[in-house]
């Protein structure tokens, strides 16, 4: 299992960053996935999740009406369009795997994630 992100940044507040997650090793299509975040001197965050098929997603109270999570599963790609955004996401992003595959609903348990990519919201 790969999961590789990339995207990050320095952006000014009130900025827009797209993250990408490009998954291999295993049938990405089978599985929730996420996107989560860890500030410096913080614990993980769980940021968005995206049910195995696109059709579901759900939002930390933190990001919702600002960040939009997407996948492409002919690309194998999750994607997270961050817009609106303050200096509180300032952290490193994470795409990760469920650790279940095939649930209809997200366990919130992660197996998987990958190095990430950084984010910075400063003026």
């Known amino acids: 299992v790969k999961l590789v992100e990339s995207g990050g940044g320095l952006v000014q507040p009130g900025g827009s960053l797209r993250l990408s997650c490009v998954a291999s090793g295993f049938t990405f299509s089978n599985y929730w996935m996420y996107w989560v975040r860890q500030a410096p001197g913080k614990g993980l965050e769980w940021v968005s999740v995206i049910e195995n098929g696109g059709g579901s997603t759900y939002y930390s109270d933190s990001v919702k009406g600002r960040f939009t999570i997407s996948r492409d599963n002919a690309k194998n790609t999750l994607y997270l369009q961050m817009n609106r955004l303050k200096p509180e996401d300032t952290a490193r992003y994470y795409c990760?795997?469920?650790?279940?595959?095939?649930?209809?609903?997200?366990?919130?348990?992660?197996?998987?994630w990958g190095q990430g990519t950084q984010v910075t919201v400063s003026s």
């Open positions: 990760a795997r469920d650790r279940i595959f095939g649930l209809p609903d997200p366990s919130y348990e992660y197996d998987h």
